[in-house]
Nanobody, 123 residues
Framework: VQLQASGGGSVQAGGFLRLSCAPSGRAFSTSVKGWFRQAPGKEREFVASINWSGGSIYYADSVKGRFTISRDKAKNTLYLQMNSLKPEDTAVYYC?????????????????WGQGTQVTVSS
């Protein structure tokens, strides 16, 4: 399974972006999807996750109230709406997926990863 993340770009602080992630090839009937990010010189960190039903959603404290994760089952596409962006949100953002009916969360293990899309927020 290849995950294709898109929608990154360069914005000023306070701006917004919407990231998308869609698989090429096989699509799983059920899965947990998540977003992670990695800033230069830092470890990859959890951003948000959503389970199959959408009833279990987790966010990192640093993005709560600003980012919204969602999924379109018909399109098998994952989204991350990012509002009120800050310079510290600058990172490469990765989408991830694990088949099944898990709940997701910060420590959930994912099987498939996208190639990443760059988000740069200037002050």
């Amino acid at each position: 399974v290849q995950l294709q993340a898109s929608g990154g770009g360069s914005v000023q602080a306070g701006g917004f972006l919407r990231l998308s992630c869609a698989p090429s090839g096989r699509a799983f009937s059920t899965s947990v999807k998540g977003w992670f990010r990695q800033a230069p010189g830092k470890e990859r960190e959890f951003v948000a996750s959503i389970n199959w039903s959408g009833g279990s959603i987790y966010y990192a404290d640093s993005v709560k109230g600003r980012f919204t994760i969602s999924r379109d089952k018909a399109k098998n596409t994952l989204y991350l709406q990012m509002n009120s962006l800050k310079p510290e949100d600058t990172a490469v953002y990765y989408c991830a997926e694990r088949p099944g009916l898990g709940v997701g969360g910060p420590t959930y293990q994912y099987d498939y990863w996208g190639q990443g899309t760059q988000v740069t927020v200037s002050s």
